[in-house]
């Protein structure tokens, strides 16, 4: 493990390593208008939620490391009070690219990305047609960050007054992340997109898991078993017992070899193999497949193999 203080090393580098462990982040595009009517668009992963009553956003629009120069966006939210957070998809990642340039102050990045304007409800600026998901914001505050020490950061904190969302991502009532499709940023070069077998489901406890703590220490102290995998059995509401029907025995003679029966993700083919050829249930064999069961979700079954 590197450790470093990261005041001893570069801005430029520090910038990198902090935004490259600190991801993905999720991209504000974010539309602005000026006093005289000036559009400005521009994106920002320094940017989330940060309370739902009232429902509160912040963004953190930088002043050039170098030149102390205040961003655009920064400008137009002190000057008018207001913007669009636009969320980002992946079919406009090359358009918010394009957006991310340094032009000069008054040019409209919508007419550079091709990106198309949605008129607003309370807001002057814009929102982004494109977007699956669109929030019209006031001003509330903005906290400098560090300016004393010579920080260029901000912490601008919005109000969310208005949403808007698309129909097409929505299913069952809900957004949904696969029709979302949204990308976010990471390190240096790097972006993530949350589609596909990226997005995954995880249900919080329903009540205080048994813990670690209390995990049997010849579980606990498994070589097989990952930390997800101990977890899962540390979730239960209290520590199981043997349970005598959890074996069917009438089926050893279906079972092929442990190997393969753990190979097609039959950890029940697994243990009945073991069974039916007479194979002893070491520590390591357990283990193996009550992870198994793990892995296909039946945390009671794991256990049972556990107690064996």
Request: a negative charge.
């Amino acid at each position: 493990m590197i450790s470093i203080n990261p005041l001893d090393i570069p801005h430029g580098e520090r910038h990198s390593i902090l935004l490259s462990g600190v991801a993905p982040r999720p991209i504000a595009l974010v539309s602005t208008m000026d006093s005289s009517g000036n559009v400005n668009l521009s994106p920002f992963s320094f940017f989330n939620a940060y309370g739902s009553k009232p429902p509160i956003i912040a963004i953190g629009p930088a002043f050039g490391a170098l030149t102390g120069k205040a961003k655009d966006t920064y400008l137009n939210i002190i000057e008018t009070g207001e913007c669009t957070v636009n969320a980002v998809q992946y079919s406009m990642v090359e358009q918010i690219n394009l957006a991310s340039c340094e032009y000069e102050r008054g040019v409209d990045e919508f007419v550079k990305s091709g990106l198309t304007k949605r008129t607003s409800d309370i807001v002057r600026p814009p929102m982004v047609a494109e977007s699956p998901f669109a929030l019209e914001c006031k001003f509330l505050e903005n906290i400098p960050l560090g300016r004393d020490i010579g920080g260029n950061g901000n912490l601008m904190l919005l109000e969310a007054v208005r949403f808007h969302y698309a129909e097409s991502a929505m299913v069952d009532g809900k957004l949904h992340p696969q029709r979302l499709d949204l990308v976010a940023r990471m390190g240096y070069n790097w972006y993530t997109r949350a589609y596909g077998d990226a997005v995954f489901e995880l249900m919080k406890p329903r009540w205080n898991g048994i813990g670690f703590d209390h995990l049997p220490e010849e579980v606990r102290t498994s070589e097989i078993l990952s930390g997800n995998n101990l977890a899962k059995l540390a979730g239960v509401k209290e520590l199981p017992v043997k349970d005598v029907s959890f074996l069917n025995l009438e089926n050893l003679h279906k079972a092929d070899s442990i190997e393969m029966e753990l190979n097609a993700h039959n950890p029940m083919g697994a243990l009945l193999a073991a069974l039916s050829q007479n194979i002893q249930l070491d520590r390591n064999t357990r283990h193996r497949i009550a992870k198994a069961f793990l892995e296909n979700g039946a945390v009671n079954d794991a256990w049972q193999v556990l107690l064996l």
